[in-house]
C-alpha cells in the first residue's frame, strides 16, 4: 500500500529545495500547496517576524475521518543545515546521496517525505483516523528557532512525535538541556616588548581557565564544551580582551548547574591567579559571563500514552522499537515543554551534517509503515 515511488520523488522533489535556515519560503509553499493537495487546512503562525525569517512555522490541520479521539501532533522542520547551496539528491543502489559539495538535508527531508507518504496512503486506503495535526517549523538548525517563536495556540494536540532523528526502529524519549555560555575576559593591552609589565593578558588568563576546566564527557549524561575563542590583536600587544563560547548539557538539572558553575569559577580562578599590582594599584582581569539556557531537558515516561501507542504501532507491523538517550535539543524538548508530551522517532537519516549523509530508501518505506498505523491506533 506504500508507493515506494512517489515517496522517492517526494524526498528527491525536497532535498532540491535549498532551505537554508530562516529563508525556507520555497520550501514553505510548495510544502502548504502540498499538504493543501492531502486535505489539510494550511496556515503559518508570526514566527517571520520575530525571527526575521520569510516565513514562519506551517501548520497543517486534517479533519478526523470516521473517528472521533483526541487529535495528534507530528513535527518535522522544514530547513536544513548549511552549508546547503544547491543540492543535488542521486539515487543510487536504493540510497540517496548528495552529488555535489553539500549536504543531503535528509534531515529533515526524510521525516517529511515520509510524513507525506503516510497521509497519502491513510487518505487513498481511506483509514479512519482521528485529527492530525502538523507543524513544520522553520530554522531549527540555528537552534530551534522556530519552536522558539512557536504560537502554541494554534495546535490543540496534547501528544505527538517529531520525526527527526537519526537510525531505524528507535525513539528517544530523554534529551538533555543545554547552557549556552559566551565569557568575554577583559585585561590591560600594553606593548609587549616595551612594557609588558603594564600589561594583563586576556589570553594568557583564558589559557589558564581553560586547562583547570573539565570538557568532554562529564559522566553518562553530562558533557562540556568550549567550542569557539576569540582574541588578541598582533605579536607585539598584549592581549586585551578574548571572547569564549562554550556549552554544558546535562539530562540532570543539578548537574547542569554544577558543571555551569564549574566551568564559570574556572575563569574566576584564573582572574584570581592572573591579579596583580600594575603601576601602584591592584588590577584582575574583568570576566563577563553571559548563561542562557538554550533549550529544557525532556523526559517522556516509558508508560506514557505516546509511548504505547507507538510501541503498539510498531508490534503490528512487526517492528522492534527501542529506546536510546539523546544528546542532543530539538523541537521537540520545546513542545514537551509547552505541554505537548512528545517522543522523536528516527527516520533513517544516517551521517546527518556531513557532506557523506545519506538514506536508504527502504528504510524511510519502513518508516511510513510506522506512521501509518499510529495514525490508524491513534
Ligand atoms: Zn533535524
Request: overall charge negative; glycine content about 8%.
Given at each position: 500500500?506504500i508507493?515506494q515511488?512517489?515517496?522517492?520523488?517526494?524526498?528527491?522533489r525536497l532535498?532540491?529545495?535549498n532551505?537554508p535556515p530562516l529563508?525556507?519560503?520555497t520550501?514553505?509553499?510548495?510544502l502548504a500547496?502540498r499538504l493543501?493537495q492531502l486535505g489539510?487546512k494550511v496556515?503559518?503562525d508570526?514566527?517571520?517576524?520575530?525571527t526575521g525569517?520569510?516565513v514562519g512555522?506551517l501548520i497543517?490541520?486534517?479533519?478526523?475521518?470516521?473517528k472521533?479521539?483526541e487529535p495528534i501532533?507530528f513535527?518535522?522542520h522544514?530547513?536544513?543545515v548549511?552549508p546547503?547551496?544547491?543540492?543535488?539528491?542521486?539515487l543510487?543502489d536504493?540510497?540517496?546521496?548528495?552529488?555535489?559539495?553539500?549536504?543531503?538535508?535528509?534531515?529533515?527531508?526524510?521525516g517529511?517525505?515520509?510524513?507525506?507518504?503516510?497521509?497519502?496512503?491513510v487518505?487513498?486506503?481511506?483509514?479512519?483516523?482521528?485529527?492530525?495535526e502538523v507543524?513544520?517549523?522553520?530554522a531549527?538548525?540555528i537552534?530551534?528557532?522556530g519552536a522558539?517563536?512557536?504560537d502554541y495556540s494554534?495546535v490543540e494536540?496534547r501528544?505527538?512525535?517529531?520525526?527527526?532523528t537519526?537510525g531505524i526502529?528507535?525513539m528517544?524519549l530523554?534529551?538533555p538541556?543545554?547552557n549556552h555560555?559566551?565569557?568575554k575576559?577583559t585585561?590591560?593591552a600594553?606593548?609587549?616588548?616595551?612594557v609588558?609589565?603594564?600589561g594583563?593578558?586576556?589570553?594568557?588568563t583564558?589559557?589558564?581557565a581553560i586547562s583547570?576546566?573539565?570538557?568532554g564527557?562529564i559522566?553518562?549524561e553530562?558533557?562540556a564544551?568550549?567550542?569557539?575563542i576569540?582574541g588578541?590583536?598582533?605579536?607585539?600587544i598584549?592581549?586585551q580582551s578574548?571572547s569564549?563560547?562554550?556549552?554544558?548539557?546535562?539530562h540532570?538539572?543539578?548537574?547542569?548547574q554544577e558543571?555551569t558553575?564549574?566551568?564559570?569559577n574556572c575563569f574566576?580562578a584564573?582572574a584570581e591567579?592572573?591579579?596583580?599590582?600594575?603601576?601602584?594599584?591592584?588590577m584582575?582581569?574583568?570576566?563577563s559571563?553571559?548563561?542562557r539556557?538554550d533549550?529544557?531537558s525532556?523526559s517522556?515516561?516509558?508508560?506514557?500514552?505516546?509511548?504505547?501507542l507507538?510501541r503498539?504501532?510498531?508490534?503490528?507491523?512487526?517492528?522492534?522499537l527501542?529506546?536510546r538517550l539523546?544528546g542532543?535539543?530539538s523541537?521537540?524538548?520545546?513542545f514537551?515543554?509547552?505541554?505537548?508530551e512528545m517522543?522523536?522517532?528516527?527516520?533513517g537519516?544516517?551521517r546527518?551534517?556531513?557532506?557523506?549523509e545519506?538514506?536508504?530508501v527502504?528504510?524511510m518505506v519502513?518508516?511510513?509503515?510506522l506512521?501509518?498505523?499510529?495514525i490508524?491506533?491513534?
Amino acid at each position: 500500500m506504500i508507493n515506494q515511488q512517489r515517496l522517492s520523488d517526494e524526498f528527491s522533489r525536497l532535498a532540491s529545495i535549498n532551505s537554508p535556515p530562516l529563508k525556507e519560503s520555497t520550501i514553505a509553499f510548495y510544502l502548504a500547496e502540498r499538504l493543501q493537495q492531502l486535505g489539510a487546512k494550511v496556515r503559518f503562525d508570526a514566527a517571520a517576524e520575530a525571527t526575521g525569517g520569510e516565513v514562519g512555522n506551517l501548520i497543517a490541520y486534517f479533519a478526523g475521518v470516521n473517528k472521533d479521539t483526541e487529535p495528534i501532533l507530528f513535527s518535522v522542520h522544514m530547513d536544513t543545515v548549511e552549508p546547503g547551496g544547491q543540492v543535488e539528491p542521486v539515487l543510487r543502489d536504493g540510497v540517496f546521496y548528495s552529488a555535489g559539495d553539500t549536504v543531503l538535508g535528509a534531515d529533515d527531508k526524510a521525516g517529511i517525505a515520509e510524513l507525506i507518504e503516510a497521509l497519502e496512503v491513510v487518505r487513498e486506503q481511506n483509514i479512519p483516523h482521528g485529527p492530525i495535526e502538523v507543524v513544520v517549523t522553520i530554522a531549527e538548525e540555528i537552534g530551534l528557532v522556530g519552536a522558539k517563536h512557536f504560537d502554541y495556540s494554534l495546535v490543540e494536540a496534547r501528544r505527538g512525535y517529531a520525526l527527526d532523528t537519526e537510525g531505524i526502529d528507535c525513539m528517544v524519549l530523554q534529551a538533555p538541556s543545554a547552557n549556552h555560555l559566551r565569557i568575554k575576559i577583559t585585561g590591560l593591552a600594553a606593548h609587549a616588548g616595551m612594557v609588558p609589565e603594564l600589561g594583563m593578558s586576556a589570553i594568557q588568563t583564558a589559557a589558564l581557565a581553560i586547562s583547570q576546566m573539565r570538557l568532554g564527557r562529564i559522566d553518562h549524561e553530562t558533557t562540556a564544551n568550549i567550542g569557539c575563542i576569540k582574541g588578541g590583536v598582533a605579536s607585539n600587544i598584549v592581549p586585551q580582551s578574548v571572547s569564549i563560547i562554550g556549552e554544558a548539557r546535562s539530562h540532570d538539572a543539578q548537574k547542569l548547574q554544577e558543571q555551569t558553575d564549574h566551568m564559570l569559577n574556572c575563569f574566576e580562578a584564573a582572574a584570581e591567579q592572573m591579579t596583580r599590582k600594575i603601576n601602584g594599584s591592584l588590577m584582575r582581569p574583568q570576566i563577563s559571563a553571559d548563561v542562557r539556557l538554550d533549550f529544557p531537558s525532556m523526559s517522556v515516561a516509558e508508560n506514557a500514552p505516546v509511548v504505547k501507542l507507538a510501541r503498539a504501532a510498531a508490534a503490528t507491523v512487526g517492528h522492534d522499537l527501542k529506546v536510546r538517550l539523546g544528546g542532543g535539543g530539538s523541537d521537540a524538548n520545546i513542545f514537551n515543554a509547552h505541554g505537548t508530551e512528545m517522543i522523536i522517532l528516527a527516520t533513517g537519516m544516517t551521517r546527518v551534517h556531513t557532506h557523506d549523509e545519506f538514506v536508504v530508501v527502504a528504510d524511510m518505506v519502513h518508516v511510513v509503515e510506522l506512521l501509518v498505523e499510529i495514525i490508524r491506533l491513534a
